[in-house]
């Protein structure tokens, strides 16, 4: 069951890919690029999972669990250029001087820094099966989300400044539920909640980009629908 469930995520999530491709032909911006890279990098995640059984025990296995770790150290604190890329899209005066972007860059930068330092150089995996999915994990345990929850936390800040200026409410409310999801899958033992609250997120960022891509009075009657 968890197999397809994984399967069925990773299968969502490159279906939610191929739209954030067009938009980003259509039009680049950084923070797009970067929401593009951690959606392909959750395909790549919940696929291993999904194939682990497939592929066995081992050194390959582990190598490919190995990047999954690297995707996720360099690529969930690039949501934070995209909540930046949001703020300006939407006109929303604070995020416009050059310090506001500055800031958000650094937190970037800081959040993948201390995902290399704090989680990828002491990282050591070792072969793990749960409820019929093997994978390699950090020996002891994973150690606090740090980046993953600061980024969750300013994508939700954002989506919520966004809807009080403007009325579009699905990057905060989306991102909110995320956080129920990201906060009671491990609570109920069920991994796959987490990827299920990944899709919502990312279901958040297309929703939004479509909307930012509007004209401006178009925006504001489909923020009031």
């Known amino acids: 069951m968890y197999t397809l469930l994984y399967l069925l995520a990773a299968l969502i999530l490159a279906g939610l890919a191929v739209p954030l491709v067009r938009l980003l ?85 800081a959040m993948i820094a201390y995902g290399i330092v704090v989680e990828l150089l002491p990282l050591s995996l070792e072969a793990q099966r749960e409820n019929g999915i093997l994978s390699y994990a950090p020996v002891g345990g994973s150690g606090f989300p740090l980046p993953a929850v600061v980024t969750i936390i300013i994508l939700t800040g954002v989506g919520m400044a966004i809807w009080r200026a403007c009325g579009f409410p699905w990057l905060g409310v989306l991102s909110l539920l995320a956080i129920v ?6 609570a109920l033992d069920f991994a796959p909640l ?21 004209p401006a009075l178009r925006r504001v009657g489909a923020a009031a629908a």
């Open 25 to 109: 032909g259509a039009g680049f911006s950084a923070g797009l690029l970067g929401a593009l890279i951690v959606t392909l990098g959750l395909v790549y995640d919940n696929g291993i999972l999904a194939a682990g059984s497939l592929i066995g025990e081992g050194p390959l296995l582990e190598n490919l669990n190995w990047a999954r770790y690297v995707i996720h150290a360099f690529g969930t604190p690039l949501l934070i250029i995209y909540a930046l890329h949001a703020a300006r899209s939407s006109d929303l005066g604070w995020a416009r001087p050059r310090a506001a972007g500055a800031a958000f860059w650094l937190v970037t930068l």
């Open 181 to 186: 999801g990201f906060s009671v899958g491990p």
């Open 194 to 214: 987490e990827q299920f609250a990944e899709i919502v997120l990312v279901t958040a960022i297309l929703i939004t980009e479509r909307w930012l891509r509007l």
